[in-house]
Nanobody
Framework: QEQVVESGGGLVQPGGSLRLSCGASKNIFRLYDMSWYRQAPGKQREFVARLTTGGDTHYSDSVKGRFAISRDNAKNTVYLQMDSLSPEDTAVYYC?????????????WGQGTQVTVSS
């Protein structure tokens, strides 16, 4: 079954770091671009970072220089390393896999993992 599953969320103090993981089935990991999104309470889901199958990375302005997206091919896992966290980073973080095939966009979302930045 094709799916993506996030892990690694938790409570961290301001200025701290956290690493999120997104495990994917082998086919998804090999064929799909992988992204992280987040949704804070009362706000819309927003883009955080993206890693294409070609290795290109993209970041939102709000996390650029603080977050880093990477992949481990041996583990079929994408990571989001988050440094210098602030309370504004508090949100549910979602992993997304997507690809274009035969003119249609195929998308898989994970269930989300909560990140809380608070002292």
């Amino acid at each position: 079954q094709e799916q993506v599953v996030e892990s690694g969320g938790g409570l961290v103090q301001p200025g701290g770091s956290l690493r999120l993981s997104c495990g994917a089935s082998k086919n998804i990991f090999r064929l799909y671009d992988m992204s992280w999104y987040r949704q804070a309470p009362g706000k819309q889901r927003e883009f955080v970072a993206r890693l294409t199958t070609g290795g290109d990375t993209h970041y939102s302005d709000s996390v650029k220089g603080r977050f880093a997206i990477s992949r481990d091919n041996a583990k079929n896992t994408v990571y989001l390393q988050m440094d210098s966290l602030s309370p504004e980073d508090t949100a549910v973080y979602y992993c997304k896999a997507d690809r274009l095939r035969d003119g249609s966009v195929l998308v898989f979302w994970g269930q989300g993992t909560q990140v809380t930045v608070s002292s």
